[in-house]
């Protein structure tokens, strides 16, 4: 086991077992729950995207519901949601507490440009 958790870029657990699975109705609901992703897949998919990904995101994530009989299913991600986000800036959506989180940000990094840490 040590050996394993010491290889570079390997993820724990590993995708063949991280994920699960449950029947119901007809439905197969099928999981798959990996760590953040680290900064190589990260640039890949802000290369494909054109637009940064939040730092750390579960990107290998993947939650999938089947309905068998009809052969219906939907599968959701972190990339295909991504990649439906507006990325010219100008229809920007904003949670509910984005006003408020601003307001708190106002005296520790302006708002408008990148924030540079030394």
């Known amino acids: 086991m040590t050996d394993r958790l010491q290889e570079p870029n ?8 991280a994920g699960s699975s449950i029947q119901h109705a007809g439905f197969r609901i099928e999981t798959r ?3 953040i992703l680290k ?13 940064t990904p939040p ?6 994530n993947v939650v999938t519901i089947d309905h068998e009989p009809s052969g219906w ?4 991600n972190a990339y295909d949601a ?8 100008q229809a920007v959506l904003k949670v509910a507490y984005s006003r408020e989180w601003q307001k708190n ?9 990148p924030v540079i840490m030394d």
């Not at 190589?40 to 995207?49: N, R």
């Not at 299913?73 to 959701?76: A, P, V």
């Not at 991504?82 to 800036?89: A, H, I, M, P, Q």
Request: glycine content about 12%; overall charge negative.
């Open 73 to 76: 299913g939907i599968s959701f």
């Open 10 to 17: 390997t993820h724990y657990p590993s995708p063949e077992n």
């Open 55 to 60: 730092e750390m995101i579960f990107g290998d």
């Open 39 to 51: 900064a190589g897949p990260i640039e890949e998919m802000t290369s494909k995207l054109g637009i």
């Open 82 to 89: 991504l990649d439906r986000v507006e990325k010219t800036g």
């Open 33 to 35: 729950k990996l760590p």
């Open 105 to 113: 940000r106002l005296d520790i990094a302006p708002l408008d440009g």
